[in-house]
């Protein structure tokens, strides 16, 4: 019953912006530190941006200055905000976290959304 969903994935020129959102649902007390990865057809799967419990960040340098990554605890929802879109962003974008279900910590993978960069 607990999962994380990514939603915003679109098809997007280059130089365009989108907004991301990863939200976790079912019977969770609280989401802890979390991420987004991305994987580009024929790549390995690569990290691009954490937030820990406490709110700080930290980024892949492909990414640095152009995405970032926030939180709203009381929805239970991780962001990246992604600006200036390059067609090497294109990929599968995927939320992966740490969740406090009851009092067990439990990480998860949502199922990824599709992020398409057009010249």
């Known amino acids: 019953q607990v999962q994380l969903v990514e939603s915003g994935g679109a098809l997007v020129q280059a130089g365009g912006s989108l907004r991301l959102s990863c939200a976790a649902s079912?019977?969770?007390?609280?989401?802890?530190?979390m991420s987004w990865y991305r994987q580009a057809p024929g790549k390995q799967r690569e990290w691009v941006a954490a937030?820990?419990?406490?709110?700080?960040?930290n980024y892949a340098e492909s990414v640095k200055g152009r995405f970032t990554i926030s939180r709203d605890n009381a929805r239970n929802t991780v962001y990246l905000q992604m600006t200036s879109l390059k067609l090497e962003d294109t990929a599968v974008y995927f939320c992966y976290g740490v969740l406090e279900v009851g009092l067990v910590l439990k990480t998860y993978w949502g199922q990824g959304t599709q992020v398409t960069v057009s010249s």
């Open positions: 079912g019977s969770i007390s609280s989401i802890n530190a």
């Open positions: 937030i820990t419990g406490g709110g700080s960040t």
